[in-house]
């Protein structure tokens, strides 16, 4: 089993900037990518950004282009993830979610393990 745990949601304002933070604990070994999603009120759980523990390739949803970073650190077992310029369109609960898979994938049905989300709400 593979527990991860999020943190760094919080209220901010449009155009801040937010970092979250995803430890993967348990059996991390037998994951590969590691992936972002965000589920807002009342909207299906949708794909942000993906990355590959040990090769740092990444796959990430057309809408954000440059505005956020998805990047690791194996010694801490932590993936990370960079919002900048947010909007009020960004507002939703983010899961990290972990997949055993050798390529980064945006499909939700291949991550097997999920954390329990944290909220992220931009007021405009």
């Known amino acids: 089993q593979v527990q991860l745990v999020e943190s760094g949601g919080g209220l901010v304002q449009a155009g801040d900037s937010l970092r979250l933070s995803c430890v993967a604990s348990?059996?991390?070994?037998?994951?590969?990518?590691m992936g972002w999603f965000r589920q807002a009120t009342g909207k299906e759980r949708e794909f942000v950004t993906a990355?590959?523990?040990?090769?740092?390739?990444?796959y990430s949803a057309e809408f954000v282009k440059d505005r956020f970073i998805i990047s690791v650190d194996t010694a801490k077992n932590t993936v990370y993830l960079q919002m900048n310029n947010l909007t009020p369109e960004d507002t939703a609960v983010y899961y990290c979610a972990a997949a055993d898979r050798a390529m980064v994938t945006g499909i939700r049905e291949a991550y097997e393990y999920w954390g329990q989300g944290t909220q992220v709400t931009v007021s405009s």
């Open positions: 990355i590959t523990w040990r090769g740092g390739a990444t």
């Open positions: 348990g059996r991390t070994l037998i994951t590969n990518v």
